[in-house]
């Protein structure tokens, strides 16, 4: 065999053996992190929502994220919930967070702010995770649903963002019945 013809069998070889090597990264990578996309819708209703007795009532804005750590869903809004934490805790929202029951995990570093609730009134009959519900300062419930409609959640289309504000502001809002397509997974054992 002639040098040149080694050269190219060679370097041919060697792209096949880099493409062989990507695609199983690629395959590896779709296999472990992405997850297929439901388009069905999700149905978010909060009447049976309530505060604890020693949180309802007048007082602060008060958000209660719901969250189930085996959800790949969370990684998602995440990042987001950490930039609402540190938005508007000093203009004085209270941020909780309410476990899945039976599951196990912790919430990452970023979050670690959030209060834990052990349980709230209501909260196993909701339909999927992650959800927020937001209480006014007189504790009514404002908001319960989503975070965003969609794959992934951030500043630009989150609905608590608007939500908080308007709070903040003064103005009433009554969101408590909500239609989603998103990244969501079920909450109760038999969904």
């Known amino acids: 065999m002639r040098p040149s013809h080694r050269t190219t069998l060679l370097a041919s070889l060697l792209a096949l053996g880099c493409a062989v090597v990507l695609w199983m990264a ?29 949180l309802a ?45 039976g599951s196990q995990g912790r919430l990452p570093a970023t979050l670690s702010h959030l209060k834990t609730l052990p349980t709230l009134p209501g909260s196993s009959q909701i339909p999927a995770s992650p959800a927020v519900a937001i209480w006014d300062r007189s504790g009514k419930l404002a908001y319960f649903g989503p975070y965003s409609e969609g794959l992934t959640c951030n500043s630009s289309n989150s609905f608590i963002e608007p939500i908080l504000e308007a709070l903040s502001a003064g103005r009433e809002v009554d969101a408590t019945h909500t239609l989603a397509v998103g990244c969501y997974c079920p909450w109760s054992v038999s969904n």
């Open 26 to 54: 690629y395959d590896w990578f779709q296999g472990r992190f992405l997850r297929a996309f439901s388009q069905h819708t999700v149905v978010f209703s909060g009447d049976p929502l309530r505060l604890p007795a020693d």
């Open 57 to 101: 009532g007048p007082g602060a804005i008060r958000l209660v994220h719901f969250w189930d750590p085996a959800c790949p869903c969370n990684v998602g809004n995440q990042q987001h919930l950490a930039e609402l934490v540190d938005k508007y805790v000093p203009q004085g929202v209270e941020f909780y967070a309410v476990q899945k029951a």
